[in-house]
């Protein structure tokens, strides 16, 4: 799916929280892990409830 599709989408879905990495493809976890990694633990930092 292209990425444009992906930002018309968040216009239509207010909490979408849309993240790209350069030159990632479609294995931005492979391609970039330290980063990957890190927006997925601040995700679930932001929704763990203590």
Sequence with gaps: MPVENWYALGGQLLTLNLL???RAGH??????????AAHIAAFVKSTHKA
């Design 20 to 22: 790209t990495f350069p």
């Design 27 to 36: 294995a931005p976890h492979h391609r970039q892990p330290e980063l990957a």
